[in-house]
């Protein structure tokens, strides 16, 4: 029997990566068809689904804090329930399973991340019983894309294209949570794409945990290339994709981004480390000079893209000599953005195995002088697009002043740009606007709406 949720709200708290973001927009569409309305605020929902992660410890420690604080949180007022249902999936619930309802005895529905389709039968049979559902499933069958998606922005959609992961970086939890990497067919994909272009949808973003190896398991040989080729034909206006594996990205790839129409000149390519040592020990089978090697040929074939990364400090025997490595690598590619990570110790994973011995203090003052090299770059990279002119996706308002526009640059920058008059920001949100820039600062770019003013409504 299929269940149903009329009259009941819910509303999902998600953690980590973009998979788990996409994941959840497909738990909301599946709920609203089956008569759930979303919420906002856990006081206002009948059932709560926490989509959590365990790439590194803070997250996972914090997800029991939340959920035991649940407790006390009361129903609301007009609820068709007698108690507030709670749901844990994602990469925890996919490794904890049962030991999460021992440890947290008011939680009534634990996934994992093999089976998101299987939600609402649980959360359904909780609601009739008041029991433990529990339902972890090792890999899954089908790639899971049949499932109905509610978008966060009508402007903008993830398109996951394969999931899971076979490299086995050693410090990483990812592959055991997610399984083994699975394609999805490049026609289901090209559909996909052609259905959100028709909706409207101006960017796409193609996800995967490492993207270049695409089509390894279903093809016998990488294609990422022909699924970029596919998506541009679309007609899309925008294209990125995310994550990309320095050791799989081909050059054919990287020609595309001085020829194809809609690829965006940005590009995020975690290094990790610029120590080949490190490299070695993490299990990432590049080297700093095949690294600055593929840089080099993206700066050709794209001058001025925009480059991001990844990086960890203080993986198990980081030395100094190895740190500086990686604050060279750093300034040496002049990353536009880079996102900065302690080594967090995941027990089942290689590294967890290795000596380390590396005093907090240090390790906390290596991450201090990377991060201080880290703003260098990103505001010397924003002060080089002062004078142009920039064409923004907006995506609403600034945070901080709701009368200034806020949207993304093809280089993914975050730029912020007064209303020009007349226009209200709900007529803007999903347009493409021209902004001069006048401002760089390190973490944005901020200038006016250029003559002309919107191009696109
Ligand atoms: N597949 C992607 C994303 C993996 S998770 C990729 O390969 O880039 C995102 C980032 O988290 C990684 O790039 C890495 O920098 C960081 N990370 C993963 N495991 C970690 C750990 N145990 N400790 C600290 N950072 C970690
Ligand atoms: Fe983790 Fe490496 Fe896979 Fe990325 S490529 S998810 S870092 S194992
Ligand atoms: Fe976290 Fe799982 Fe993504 S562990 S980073 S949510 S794949």
């Known amino acids: 029997m299929t269940p149903t949720f009329d009259r009941m709200t819910f509303c999902i708290h998600t953690f980590g990566c973009q998979m788990n973001k996409h994941d959840s927009e497909r738990i909301a569409g599946m709920l609203e068809g089956l008569g759930a309305s979303m919420v906002e605020t856990i006081e206002e929902a009948d059932i709560v689904v926490f989509m959590t992660c365990c790439v590194r410890e803070a997250a996972d420690v914090r997800l029991y804090g939340q959920v035991a604080s649940l407790k006390n949180v009361p129903l609301r007022a007009g609820t068709p329930l007698s108690k507030r249902i709670v749901a844990v999936g994602g990469c925890i619930g996919q490794r904890d399973g049962e030991k999460l309802t021992e440890q947290l005895p008011h939680l009534d529905v634990v996934f994992g991340t093999h089976n998101l389709g299987s939600l609402p039968g649980l959360l359904s049979a909780a609601v009739a019983d008041g029991a433990h559902h529990v339902e972890v499933l090792e890999s899954s069958a089908d790639f899971p894309t049949t499932l109905p998606t509610a978008r966060e922005h009508s402007w903008a959609a993830w398109l996951p294209i394969t999931v899971g992961c076979d490299n086995f970086c050693s410090y990483c939890i990812v592959p055991y949570v997610r399984g083994r990497e699975k394609s999805r067919t490049l026609e289901d994909i090209a559909e996909e794409a052609r259905g959100y272009v028709e909706a409207g949808v101006r960017e796409i973003t193609l996800l995967g945990q490492n993207v270049n190896s695409y089509g390894r398991d279903l093809y016998g040989e990488p294609r990422f290339v022909d699924v970029l080729d596919a998506v541009d034909a679309t007609g899309i206006e925008r294209l990125r994709f995310a994550t990309s594996h320095p050791k799989d990205l081909t050059d054919e790839v990287i020609a595309r981004f001085g020829t194809l129409r809609s690829l965006m000149p940005a590009l995020h390519l975690p290094a990790q480390s610029g120590s080949d040592r490190i490299l070695a020990a993490m299990n990432r089978r590049y080297t700093r000079e095949h690294y600055l090697g593929l840089i080099a040929k993206l700066r050709e074939a794209c001058p001025g893209i925009a480059l991001s990364t990844d990086i960890i400090v203080g993986f198990p025997g980081e030395t100094e000599e190895d740190f500086l490595q990686t604050l060279s690598l750093v300034e040496e590619v002049g990353y536009s953005q880079v996102f900065t990570f302690i080594y967090s110790k995941r027990e089942g994973t290689p590294a967890a195995k290795l000596v380390d011995d590396t005093p907090r203090e240090v390790i906390q003052e290596r991450f201090d002088r990377l991060v201080e090299a880290v703003q260098r770059c990103a505001y010397e990279a924003n002060q080089a697009e002062l004078g142009k002119v920039v064409d923004v ?65």
Not at 407 to 429: C, I
């Open 393 to 457: 996706l907006v995506e609403g308002v600034s945070k901080r002043d709701g009368t200034m526009l806020a949207g993304k640059s093809p280089k993914n920058q975050t730029v912020h740009a007064p209303l020009p008059e007349g226009r209200s920001v709900d007529e803007l949100v999903g347009a493409v606007v021209p902004v001069r820039v006048d401002e760089a600062r390190t973490w944005y770019l901020a200038g006016t709406v250029a003559d002309g003013g919107v191009t696109r409504p």
